[in-house]
């Protein structure tokens, strides 16, 4: 793993920051009435691309040119947030990007990618399928491959951690979503290199929990499906370098249904008049799950997200939940 010493995390913070302006934590007085403990929201949902990929990209792209000084275009996988952020630094740093989604992707994250400067590609009908064109491209055109999780991603996603660790230093628990693992492995080492106490917890789709029964189990576990409208934590395959670092440092995690992200969706809104994906709110769903075992602590959830479809929005703001098609497989 990469330097995550306190002083390599301040540095590339503010490299981030020269980029991306620090993002706010709000305790929100109608979500601790809810849940009867103190919550503060980070919210990743107010970065420039809407997500908090966007600060593991910018260290990330200044490690490749300066490692790779020859390498002229990237490709990466993506359900729509690292790719977004891969596309903003690399076209900046002046790259091509290439990027390989699953077909049905979020239509706006799509469009967003395309506005960026990405040349998109669909293919297959997971995370685990699109990567793995993915890496048969770069090998077929020359392409640098850039993976969904880094050191230098998690040096650049660990500033959110510094960013609300230095605000509220007191936080007993703190709730984060997990798809490749950047964001947990960020928030740890964030959390580590300033010496806190705070138990950092996973959240996971229970449709996708290939990364809670990774830990649980101590080794590389797949899940068969990624039947979740929840695309960002829709990962049937853990990285196992992710794993390896969370492993042992994470406190527990909590898988949530789709029926329990849709209502944590209505409730940001209600309470905090924020409109969350469905990965960004799975963090939320999990307090409210163990909102019990958190009763009169402080408490944070990480707000990954906001950029959902239109569509989707609408038919979870009217009280639904979306279902995903059936007939999306694995990659092989």
Known sequence: MTDLSLPSLRAAAAMVHAQVPPTPQYAWPLLAARTGCDVWV???????????????????????????????????????????????????????????????????KNAAMRGLGATLIEHG????????????????????????????????????????FDAVPDIDTVYVPVGCGSGL???????????????????????????????????????????????????????????DYFGPRADRFVAVSDDEVADAIRIYWEDTHNLAEGAGAVALAALIQEKERMRGKTVAVILSGGNGDRSQMAEILSGATPRVQQDMRRAI
Not at 142 to 150: Q, S
Request: aromatic share 6%; with cysteine.
């Open 42 to 108: 980070k919210h990743e949902n107010h970065t420039p691309t809407g997500a908090f990929k966007v600060r593991g990209a910018i260290p990330y792209i200044d490690w490749l040119r300066r490692t790779y000084p020859h390498v002229t275009g990237i490709i990466t996988a993506t359900r729509g947030n690292h790719g977004q952020a891969q596309v903003r630094a690399a076209r900046a740093a002046g790259l091509s990007v290439t990027i390989v989604v699953p077909h049905g992707n979020a239509l706006e």
């Open 125 to 164: 009908h997971d995370f685990d399928s699109a990567k793995a064109e993915a890496l048969r491209l770069a090998q077929d055109k020359g392409l640098y491959m850039v993976p969904a999780f880094h050191g230098e991603l998690v040096r650049g996603v660990a500033s959110y951690g510094l960013e609300l």
């Open 185 to 243: 492995c960020g928030t740890i080492a964030a959390r580590d290199a300033l010496g806190l106490d705070t138990k950092v917890v996973g959240v996971v789709s229970a449709h996708v929990d290939a990364a809670k029964r990774s830990f649980e189990a101590g080794k590389l576990l797949a899940s068969p499906t990624a039947h979740t409208f929840a695309d960002g934590v829709a990962v049937c395959t853990p990285v196992q370098e992710a794993l």
